[in-house]
């Protein structure tokens, strides 16, 4: 998944991403302008100085990238009333907390689940918060999103960073591996958890959020939790 090679990204040709619609065909990167640096000469080392500046240079058209994350709130809460929701940053921020804080599980690489929860919603800085209801079928999304996630890698200059961002974020797609299966059960306990907080602070119900998780969790740990949260919600009834 990610990008091979060193990208330099013109900051200007960021700006019709930036300001697309939410739902804009992803084709909209094939737009944008994303010069190949060309391969070096291997007897002719760069200039010092070139190297940092080209990484950091990269670094921040990324960062910079990823501020939409920051920006885009999570279409589940706009969809129902919610005031104030959160971001879609907001909601992978508090995922990277619970993979920091659960109990160890033998087999289970907590740093490798603190990366996962930090990027699997990263796609969304570009293609935005899909869902069922905005009636884009799932094989679509997932093009919309992969292909997404390799400008973003590309734009980050390609490498070992960038590489292990595009694993990440596949593994957790495909469900691959026992991290990935606890980062999903975060995913949906994040959600429920978000659910109940806005249900006892604005006084709405989100019963549906709750039903549509109800039997789906796989890990003990997301099982532990979720009974938890929902326990509390019947007792604050």
């Known amino acids: 998944m990610g990008g ?8 200007k040709s960021l700006l019709p991403l930036l300001f697309s619609p939410r739902l804009a065909p992803i084709r909209r990167i094939s737009h944008l302008t994303v010069r190949m640096a060309s391969p070096p000469d291997p007897s002719a080392p760069p200039p010092p100085s070139s190297a940092p500046s080209s990484s950091a240079s990269s670094a921040i058209d990324f960062l910079s990238l990823c501020h939409r ?7 589940g809460w706009v969809q129902r009333g919610v005031r104030k929701p959160e971001s879609v940053a907001d909601h992978m921020y508090r995922m990277g907390i619970m993979s920091l804080v659960f109990e160890d599980i033998p087999g289970i690489n907590r740093d490798r689940c603190v990366k996962m929860a930090l990027v699997h919603d990263i796609a969304e800085a570009i293609v935005g918060d899909i869902t069922p209801s905005d009636g884009v079928p799932k094989l679509e999304k997932s093009r919309r999103e992969r292909e997404a996630l390799d400008y973003m890698c590309k734009v980050l200059g390609g490498g070992s960073r960038a590489k292990e961002i595009g694993e ?3 593994e957790y797609e495909d469900n691959s591996s ?8 975060f ?4 959600m429920i958890l978000q659910a109940l907080e806005y249900e006892d ?11 549509s998780t109800a039997g789906k ?5 997301g099982k532990a939790w979720a009974s938890e949260i929902v326990s ?3 007792r604050g009834k």
């Open 201 to 211: 602070e604005q006084g709405i119900d989100l019963e549906e959020f709750f039903e």
């Open 217 to 221: 969790f796989k890990t003990d740990v």
């Open 232 to 234: 509390r919600r019947k």
């Open 168 to 170: 990440l974020w596949m």
């Open 187 to 190: 995913d949906k306990v994040e």
């Open 178 to 185: 026992p991290e990935a299966k606890l980062v999903k059960d």
């Open 4 to 11: 091979r090679g060193g990208a330099i990204c013109n900051p």
């Open 69 to 75: 994350l920051k920006t885009t709130e999570r279409t």
